[in-house]
């Protein structure tokens, strides 16, 4: 059974950085398209990047310029960097298993994974406040 570990989640301070990291197990992450959503306090669930198995990556206008996608396959690890950070990122961050080509309408825009089959993380808590 595939599972999603997310770490790397802090208090930072606005402008600080941090660096979460997803760790797969259970499936060929490799083959895998895989995204990042966050759930913001009394708000639904965001799409804010996300990486194809080949490494193409699609990143949300919202973040673009500040947050990186990244993946290291041999480490069957997904990674977000995190730069400048904002009181409005606070969020629960979470990893998912993704089908790009199904969700995304630019390299910029995309909706949460809707396969009803993939994989979640329980998310990791970035809480940006001075």
């Known amino acids: 059974e595939g599972q999603l570990v997310e770490s790397g989640g802090e208090l930072v301070r606005p402008g600080g950085s941090l660096k979460l990291s997803c760790v797969a197990s259970?499936?060929?992450?490799?083959?895998?398209?895989m995204s990042w959503v966050r759930r913001a306090p009394g708000k639904g669930l965001e799409w804010i990047a996300g990486?194809?198995?080949?490494?193409?990556?699609y990143v949300d206008t919202s973040v673009k310029g500040r947050f990186t996608i990244s993946r290291d396959n041999a480490k069957n690890t997904l990674y977000l960097e995190m730069q400048n950070l904002k009181t409005e990122d606070t969020a629960v961050y979470s990893c998912?298993?993704?089908?790009?080509?199904?969700?995304?309408?630019?390299?910029?825009?995309?909706?949460?994974?809707?396969?009803?089959?993939?994989?979640w993380g329980q998310g990791t808590q970035v809480t940006v406040s001075s």
């Open positions: 998912a298993t993704s089908r790009l080509i199904h969700d995304c309408y630019s390299r910029s825009y995309c909706r949460i994974p809707s396969d009803p089959a993939a994989i």
């Open positions: 990486i194809r198995s080949g490494g193409l990556v």
């Open positions: 259970g499936f060929t992450f490799s083959d895998v398209d």
